[in-house]
């Protein structure tokens, strides 16, 4: 494979760091991007952040409010003018078919719609379903070893098609890899998977006794407002409520691409102490 330069928004971040590990390990230099180097609201810093990259991987970030969508214009305009030869995008959520209101959602939609416009070798790569990592999030774990609980606006018995950011991040490299990258795929584990599957599984990695319980979006909103902040809070929770409310379309043939870490290996390996 070709090293390339390849700018990463959210480089240090939750969803940013494990894509830019598989992308170094696929052979690739890093450019790592932030608030701080690349003002998403200010269409100048990011064409120099973008400068001589061969690739960007794009990430926006937890805003909800409406300039989460001025972010996603300016993203695009820099990617324009820049004319960087190969752009990927990750929604971070399945991705509904049009804006919904929330500018949350509607600035990813925004983006994955006119990316291929502004870029000649465009992708999205997001997950079917949530991140197995929303889990190790420290409101999660504070929740799991105080109550045995893991805790999610899910049911118990759906089947639910849990991504890892590992199987993700590997799906971006080969996608960066490609010659003819395809516009659109869909990241999934190797089969959907029941919450108290993942109980079992988080059991098992633990040596604690584990139980799923489903808590409607308003109560997942309390657990994250300590951490995040009300505003993201309030945000998180209406969009698993929008979600409980009109669940995504299918995926369509040939987008989906299911990765190969089982829940049962991710929670062996991920870190339960936080």
């Known amino acids: ?54 690739a ?3 990430q926006l970030p937890q805003v909800f409010d409406p300039v989460a969508v001025a972010q996603a214009e300016a993203v695009l305009t820099a990617l324009g003018k820049a004319d960087v030869p190969r752009a990927v995008f990750n929604p971070g959520m399945p991705l509904p078919p049009a804006p919904v209101g929330a500018p949350f959602v509607d600035a990813r939609v925004l983006l994955g719609d006119r990316l291929p416009e502004r870029v000649d070798r465009a992708s999205v790569v997001g997950p079917a379903g949530p991140y197995l990592e929303n889990l190790l999030q420290p ?19 759906a089947p639910v098609p849990w991504a890892t950011l590992d199987d993700l991040g590997d799906v971006v490299a080969a996608v960066l890899a490609d010659a003819r990258p395809p516009a659109r795929l869909v990241v999934s584990g190797p089969e959907p998977v029941t919450g108290d599957r993942l109980a079992a599984a988080v059991a098992a990695a633990t040596g604690l006794p584990v139980g799923y319980t489903q808590v409607d979006p308003a109560e997942y909103g309390r657990l994250i407002e300590p ?11 209406g969009i698993y409520a929008q979600s409980a409310a009109a669940p995504p379309p299918p995926i369509p043939d040939g987008l989906l691409r299911p990765g190969t870490t089982t829940v049962e290996e991710w929670a062996a390996r991920s870190d339960w102490t936080a």
């Open 1 to 54: 494979m070709t090293e390339m330069i390849v700018a990463v928004h959210g480089a240090s971040g939750t969803q940013g760091s494990r894509i830019a590990r598989r992308l170094r390990a696929a052979g690739h230099r890093i450019r790592p991007l932030d608030s701080r180097s690349a003002d998403l609201t200010d269409t100048a810093a990011l064409l120099r952040a973008y400068d001589g990259a061969d």
């Open 56 to 58: 960007v991987v794009v």
């Open 139 to 157: 409101w999660s774990v504070r929740r799991l070893r105080e109550r045995g609980e893991l805790a999610y606006p899910l049911p118990p018995q």
């Open 227 to 237: 951490v995040m902040g009300a505003a993201a809070a309030a945000g998180i929770a």
